[in-house]
């Protein structure tokens, strides 16, 4: 016999894929400020490397939160995603264009988490799990802060 999935599994293996996602976004993030050209650019990547850092221990808190462990799940889509941006990273790295490339896929990543935050948030509502909820409305909101910083940087940069 099997047992009926509620929303609350899926919560809790939504929230193992993106503890692995912020896990690879911090990996991404240190590759690129080493890679990023424009200084703008290479801050902006180092400041939400200590944002996705303080993101990994908010995830941490909302296990505890629920009464699970902190165990990462490996989530596919990011991998997909760092994986093109280690292949745009070695194609363009010389060319003009390798920090937009960088945004390019630096925002791929963003907006993958803000989807997941996006959900995370509202289940969490749901299932009334009021501890949780500050803590991923303010990780959602410093991953829509970091996108939007990346698009003024890409305004920016000379064409």
């Known amino acids: 016999m099997t047992t009926t999935k509620t929303l ?4 809790h293996e939504t929230l193992k894929d993106v503890l692995y996602a912020e896990r690879a976004s911090a990996r991404a993030l240190k590759k690129s400020a080493r890679a990023a050209k424009e200084l703008d650019l290479k801050r902006a990547f180092e400041e939400h490397l ?3 850092e303080a993101q990994i221990e908010r995830l941490t808190e909302i ?7 902190p165990r990462a799940k490996i989530c596919e889509a990011m991998q997909g995603i760092t ?3 280690e292949e745009d990273l070695e194609e363009f790295a010389h060319s003009p264009a390798s920090d937009d490339v960088l945004i390019g896929g630096a925002q791929a990543v963003e907006h993958y988490e803000m989807a997941r ?3 995370l948030k509202s289940w969490s509502v749901k299932l009334g799990y009021d501890e949780a909820t500050p803590l991923l409305e303010k990780t959602l909101q410093e991953e829509k802060a970091a996108d939007e ?4 940087i890409a305004e920016q940069l000379a064409a």
């Not at 609350?8 to 919560?11: G, V």
């Not at 910083?149 to 003024?152: A, M, T």
């Open 8 to 11: 609350a599994d899926a919560f």
């Open 50 to 52: 200590e944002e996705t």
């Open 63 to 69: 296990f505890e939160i629920i009464g699970k462990s």
């Open 83 to 85: 994986s093109e941006m």
């Open 117 to 119: 935050y996006g959900l």
């Open 149 to 152: 910083r990346l698009s003024k």
